[in-house]
Nanobody, 119 residues
Framework: QVQLVESGGGLVQAGNSLRLSCAAS????????MGWFRQAPGKEREFVAG????????RYADSMKGRFTISRDNAKNTVYLQMNNLKPEDTAVYYC????????????WGQGTQVTVQS
């Protein structure tokens, strides 16, 4: 099992930045695909960004490209999401997700952290 704990959410004004963190525990962190998803009120959960384990290849949803940056620190078992130039439409609960080692689908999920962007 893998436990994921997100932190760093909060209330910010539009145009400002936040950095989310996700600490993983329970088993090896290397070899896992890590990702961020979000869910706004009344909407389905959507993919935000993902990062591979070894070479740290990244992938982003089109609407986040250029504003969000995902990164990971395997020594700290932590993945980050730097969010810049936040917009009111970025308001959502942000979830961290992890795959099983060697897999490309997400199996483990955190409890989520709320991000609210005021205009």
């Amino acid at each position: 099992q893998v436990q994921l704990v997100e932190s760093g959410g909060g209330l910010v004004q539009a145009g400002n930045s936040l950095r989310l963190s996700c600490a993983a525990s329970g088993r090896t962190f290397s070899g896992t695909l890590m990702g961020w998803f979000r869910q706004a009120p009344g909407k389905e959960r959507e993919f935000v960004a993902g990062i591979s384990s070894i070479v740290s290849n990244t992938r982003y949803a089109d609407s986040m490209k250029g504003r969000f940056t995902i990164s990971r620190d395997n020594a700290k078992n932590t993945v980050y999401l730097q969010m810049n130039n936040l917009k009111p439409e970025d308001t959502a609960v942000y979830y961290c997700a992890a795959s099983k080692p060697g897999y490309t689908s997400y199996t483990y999920w955190g409890q989520g952290t709320q991000v609210t962007v005021q205009s």
